[in-house]
Antibody, heavy 117, light 107 residues
Framework: QVQVQESGPGLVKPSETLSLTCTVS????????WSWIRQPPGKGLEWIGC???????NYNPSLKSRVTILADTSKNQISLKLSSVTAADTAVYYC???????????WGQGTLVTVSS | EIVLTQSPDFQSVTPKEKVTITCRAS??????LHWYQQKPDQSPKLLIK???QSISGVPSRFSGSGSGTDFTLTINSLEAEDAAAYYC?????????FGGGTKVEIK
């Protein structure tokens, strides 16, 4: 059974870098696509980007200049870094497994990140 | 970027009623359209893949149809546990995108 768990600081100051980790168990991150998706409070879902084949990435153009997604295969983890954050980046951040390139079949529970001084 | 437009935004429905949610793509995406259900304070759950393919464990009252630019999610005989937000998602091209969501409330 695949399990996905996001972790990281729940509060980030404006202009700083948001850093989150997704820990996967029950599957190798070297398989499939692994995406980060976010959801501002009370709003819809926004795809941030994905990593596949352990190092290839694809980012949403709206965030591309600020996003880095990396994979650590030794720890079976995927990381997200989002730089120069503002209040508009306040959201629940999800890590999800994607069938290439199709649907998301396993999601983490999500982690709320608030951008505030 | 492919824009997905869902309608309605909100629907209040009586149990056992039929619910129809539509998702329109800004360009043809074939059958690369998937549906998710998100209950309050939960992560999204896959309901339908590739426009009309069922998912193991999902009740049979959920069905999907469509291709190209117009898609429909149907919930036959709505149950109280179906109160949730529903999202469509396209995987035809990057960036992957979602519809704005439809919130279904039980009367």
């Amino acid at each position: 059974q695949v399990q996905v768990q996001e972790s990281g600081p729940g509060l980030v100051k404006p202009s700083e870098t948001l850093s989150l980790t997704c820990t996967v168990s029950g599957d190798s991150i070297s398989s499939y696509y692994w995406s980060w998706i976010r959801q501002p409070p009370g709003k819809g879902l926004e795809w941030i980007g994905c990593i596949y084949d352990s190092a290839k990435t694809n980012y949403n153009p709206s965030l591309k200049s600020r996003v880095t997604i990396l994979a650590d295969t030794s720890k079976n983890q995927i990381s997200l870094k989002l730089s120069s954050v503002t209040a508009a980046d306040t959201a629940v951040y999800y890590c999800a497994r994607g069938i290439p390139v199709a649907y998301f079949d396993y999601w983490g529970q999500g982690t709320l990140v608030t951008v505030s001084s | 970027e492919i824009v997905l437009t869902q309608s309605p935004d909100f629907q209040s429905v009586t149990p056992k009623e039929k619910v129809t949610i539509t998702c329109r793509a800004s360009q043809s995406i074939g059958s690369s359209l998937h549906w998710y259900q998100q209950k309050p304070d939960q992560s999204p759950k896959l309901l339908i893949k590739y426009a009309s393919q069922s998912i193991s464990g999902v009740p049979s009252r959920f069905s999907g149809s469509g291709s190209g630019t117009d898609f429909t999610l149907t919930i036959n005989s709505l149950e109280a546990e179906d109160a949730a937000a529903y999202y469509c998602h396209q995987s035809s091209s990057f960036p992957l995108t979602f519809g704005g969501g439809t919130k279904v409330e039980i009367k």
